[in-house]
Structures are given as C-alpha cells and as structure tokens.
C-alpha cells in the first residue's frame, strides 16, 4: 500500500518555526517530485514548495526566504522547514508525489494532512 504520512504540524507564535515530515511507505520517494501544499479556509489550495528527483527545488513566492525543502533519502522522508511563520501561513499542509515535476504537475499520491496554526 503506497502511503504519505505527513507530522509536524502545530500551533506556533507569529515569527516561529515549525518543521513538517512527509514519509512515505510502500514505495521510493527518490524516483518522485514531492511537493508541498496548503489550504486555509474557505481558500483554494496552493503550491508551497517542492523538491524533484534530483533536487530541484521551487517555492512559492509567499514563502521565499522562510521555507526550505529538503530530504533524507535514507529515511524515504521530505521535510519543509518553516520559520518567520505568519498568520496567513495557517493551513492544513499537504506533501503529495508526482512523476512529473513542478508544483502544477500532476500528482498521484497525497498524505492526510497537517494542521499548521500560526497565532498572533
């Protein structure tokens, strides 16, 4: 069973730092773009960030300069590490796979989501 288990999530103070996992079982993330996405309420989801194959990296302009992706092959594992959080960052945090690259592919796979909740 191919699966996408996201953690991290919380509730954080303005300018805090919080930093989402995204493992994934049954299958390699190394041959898959994994990418970061959110949705706030009564808001569409939107493209954060990913990470392809060989580690090309995008991001989306609301979080240049805050968010970093990574990843530890190792441990099958993505992360998006978040820091100067705002209030506007609050959102359920997704991290999904795609065979294709770029935040606008199509992607297959998606975990259950995470609860980020940044207080001000």
């Known amino acids: 069973q191919l699966r996408l288990v996201e953690s991290g999530g919380g509730l954080v103070q303005l300018g805090g730092s919080l930093r989402l996992s995204c493992a994934g079982s049954?299958?390699?993330?190394?041959?898959?773009?994994v990418g970061w996405f959110r949705q706030a309420p009564g808001k569409e989801r939107e493209g954060v960030s990913c990470i392809s194959s060989a580690s090309s990296t995008t991001y989306a302009d609301s979080v240049k300069g805050r968010f970093t992706i990574s990843r530890d092959n190792a441990k099958n594992t993505r992360y998006l590490q978040m820091n100067s959080l705002k209030p506007e960052d609050t959102a359920i945090y997704y991290c999904?796979?795609?065979?294709?690259?770029?935040?606008?592919?199509?992607?297959?796979?998606w975990g259950q989501g995470t609860q980020v909740t940044v207080s001000s």
């Open positions: 049954g299958f390699t993330l190394d041959d898959y773009t």
């Open positions: 999904a796979a795609s065979p294709g690259y770029g935040l606008g592919s199509r992607y297959d796979y």
